[in-house]
């Protein structure tokens, strides 16, 4: 259970430094505090924050591929981070973490956080996303027998 609680600390504080970052653009680097979160995993915080970063460009294109009707620059900035996130971890990250818990963490953080009902646009987004990234892994899998 500690590591579980672990993740939700670092997946908030790794939210909360990609939202500020996004106002800070080219500015010096963000940081934030970490006292607010005791019993943070910060190790596996940076690792979201870092690879959301690296893998922007790509997240976004698939992100806007799953959202046609609503670009995702236009998104407000709590949902347009929260998807990027989760997407990383569910596409990039090799912690293997079921996709449908890296949903519903994006849901918790978006009910925080977000718009009051932003949390169901995420929540299609992300599933969709799970879903054509789980046809694509079976169809590799049995390519591979």
């Given amino acids: 259970m500690k590591q579980n609680r672990n993740r939700r600390l670092a997946r908030v504080y790794a939210f909360q430094t990609l939202y500020a970052a996004e106002f800070h653009k080219g500015e010096e680097p963000v940081s ?19 690879g959301t970063e690296a893998q922007l460009a790509a997240i976004d294109d698939l992100l806007q591929s799953h959202s046609p009707k609503r670009k995702i620059a236009h998104l407000g900035a709590v949902e347009r981070n929260v998807l990027r996130m989760a997407t990383w971890e569910m596409l990039f990250s090799n912690d293997g973490v079921d996709p ?3 949903i519903n963490e ?3 953080l978006t009910k925080e956080y977000g718009a009051d009902n932003s949390y169901k646009f995420v929540n299609a987004v992300l599933d969709s996303l799970r879903k054509t990234n789980s ?10 027998k």
């Fill in 100 to 102: 449908r818990i890296i």
């Fill in 135 to 144: 046809k694509a892994q079976n169809a590799s899998e049995a390519g591979d």
């Fill in 32 to 50: 934030i505090p970490t006292d607010d979160f005791p019993a943070l995993d910060l190790e596996f915080a940076k690792a979201i924050i870092a």
């Fill in 106 to 108: 994006a849901i918790q």
